[in-house]
């Protein structure tokens, strides 16, 4: 039977589209995936750097809620084409990868048994191209994949899944702080590095997300562990110094040369994060650090074994609607 989903007004769901039509390219594993500058540095935790074309400079000041969404979809925009041939072999095409250490939903289940998913409604959060999405409709679940970024979501046209320019589920592009669905309308919610980082007021997607929900509704989602705030976002030795306080929740922005915003990343503390979710009304299962593995030699912006063996890089929230 087939799960339909309402998609609310001024909120554009892709069935097809030309993957060159925008020119554009994109952290973390998926769109809004983490790559968290720290103290002036102009690299990021997910390997993101500063907009070279736009002249961007690194710096930490205060940055809204719209100015931090502007920036942030322009960004996503402009770099998910780099992005996805950077990271795409690492992440596949039906892959569910928490983050940069290759935790692997396939084994770490926390969205539950792979067998328990089979009917379920999924909404995955900053989806990117949609690969975890694509793992979900594999195990027999019925996602709906949202992205803020179109020309991330026309990645997932472009590596399909169903017929030619019909993805085998929707495809909704749309503000994590405005989900464009019906209240009770998910069994499972979940996100790859997406959105949380990405938002001034992640009070507001959590809120949204805890809307859309069904009563004992699984949220799990995953960002760049707070403590990478504070060292030096480097894959060498200096990347295991602190250079700034922990507790500094000035945002980390991006200005190019006319003083424009053109990328914005917010930190919040572990204490900050529970909090928000419990406010949300969310109780929190688990708090899971994936430990580097010793076949993940790779390195992907400040993530690096060397540092992955000594300090966490991820932090994965499993929650459950309260």
């Known amino acids: 039977?087939?799960?339909?989903?309402?998609?609310?007004?001024?909120?554009?769901?892709?069935?097809?589209?030309?993957?060159?039509?925008?020119?554009?390219?994109?952290?973390?594993?998926?769109?809004?995936?983490?790559?968290?500058?720290?103290?002036?540095?102009?690299?990021?935790?997910?390997?993101?750097?500063?907009?070279?074309?736009?002249?961007?400079?690194?710096v930490r000041r205060p940055a809204g809620d719209r100015e931090t969404s502007r920036a942030n979809r322009g960004w996503w925009e402009r770099n998910a084409d780099e992005y996805q041939n950077d990271h795409g072999d690492f992440l596949g095409d039906a892959r569910f990868v928490w983050g940069?250490?290759?935790?692997?939903?396939?084994?770490?289940?926390?969205?539950?048994?792979?067998?328990?998913?089979?009917?379920?409604?999924?909404?995955?959060v900053g989806a990117g191209a949609a690969q975890c999405s694509r793992w979900l409709a594999a195990q027999g679940a019925?996602?709906?994949?949202?992205?803020?970024?179109?020309?991330q979501l026309q990645h997932a046209l472009r590596i399909g899944g169903g017929e030619p320019g019909r993805p085998e589920f929707p495809l909704v592009e749309a503000d994590a702080r405005a989900l464009p669905f019906a209240d009770g309308s998910f069994d499972v919610a979940c996100s790859a590095f997406g959105a949380i980082p990405f938002v001034a007021d992640p009070e507001r997607v959590f809120a949204e997300v805890a809307r859309v929900l069904?009563?004992?509704?699984?949220?799990?989602?995953?960002?760049?562990?707070?403590?990478?705030?504070?060292?030096?976002?480097?894959?060498?030795?200096?990347?295991?110094?602190?250079?700034?306080?922990?507790?500094?929740?000035?945002?980390?922005?991006?200005?190019?040369?006319?003083?424009?915003?053109?990328?914005?990343?917010?930190?919040?503390?572990?204490?900050?994060?529970?909090?928000?979710?419990?406010?949300?009304?969310?109780?929190?299962?688990?708090?899971?650090e994936p430990e580097w593995p010793e076949w993940n030699q790779q390195v992907w912006g400040g993530w690096s074994p060397l540092r992955g063996r000594l300090v966490p890089g991820t932090a994965v929230f499993v929650c459950?609607?309260?």
């Open 1 to 58: 039977m087939e799960q339909k989903h309402e998609v609310g007004e001024g909120v554009h769901p892709l069935t097809q589209g030309d993957p060159g039509a925008r020119s554009g390219g994109a952290p973390g594993p998926r769109a809004g995936s983490g790559h968290a500058g720290h103290a002036g540095q102009q690299t990021g935790a997910a390997g993101h750097t500063a907009d070279d074309t736009d002249d961007a400079a690194a």
């Open 100 to 124: 940069p250490e290759g935790l692997d939903e396939a084994e770490a289940e926390l969205l539950g048994p792979a067998e328990r998913l089979r009917g379920l409604d999924v909404l995955e």
């Open 142 to 151: 019925r996602p709906v994949a949202l992205d803020l970024s179109h020309r």
């Open 214 to 288: 069904r009563p004992g509704g699984r949220w799990v989602f995953s960002l760049t562990h707070p403590l990478r705030w504070s060292l030096a976002d480097e894959p060498g030795p200096e990347g295991l110094t602190v250079l700034a306080s922990y507790f500094d929740r000035t945002p980390y922005v991006e200005e190019d040369g006319a003083g424009r915003t053109v990328y914005a990343e917010h930190h919040r503390t572990l204490g900050d994060r529970v909090r928000e979710l419990v406010g949300a009304g969310f109780r929190l299962e688990d708090l899971v």
């Open 320 to 322: 459950t609607l309260a």
